[in-house]
Nanobody
Framework: QLQASGGGLVQAGGSLRLSCAVSGSAYTFNVMGWYRQAPGNQRELVAVVSRDGSTQYGDSVKGRFTISRDIARNTVYLQMNMLKPEDTARYYC?????????WGRGTLVTVSS
């Protein structure tokens, strides 16, 4: 089970840090990361990180967001800086291995202008 936390309301230009922990299992997923979905939009990639530390970011967040992973704690983090109103969405944690995807319930991020 993926448990996300850290969402909330922030003003434009502010920062938030999301966390997602794997609970109930010591299994280390190959890839963990974040996706987001705003009302009326499709779910989109925010950032993912592999076991070897390689990362991939969505174009709209490059240079503002940083993903990191603590293998020992089985947790992935998303540091979000310089937030914009268009970053407002529900953020979903994702963990992937061997063709199987796992999704968390999401945490809401709201950025006010």
């Amino acid at each position: 089970q993926l448990q996300a936390s850290g969402g909330g309301l922030v003003q434009a230009g502010g920062s938030l840090r999301l966390s997602c922990a794997v609970s109930g299992s010591a299994y280390t997923f190959n890839v963990m990361g974040w996706y987001r979905q705003a009302p009326g939009n499709q779910r989109e990639l925010v950032a993912v990180v592999s076991r070897d530390g390689s990362t991939q970011y969505g174009d709209s967040v490059k240079g503002r967001f940083t993903i990191s992973r603590d293998i020992a704690r089985n947790t992935v983090y998303l540091q979000m800086n310089m937030l914009k109103p268009e970053d407002t969405a529900r953020y979903y944690c994702n963990a992937y291995s061997r063709g199987v995807e796992n999704w968390g319930r999401g945490t809401l991020v709201t950025v006010s202008s």
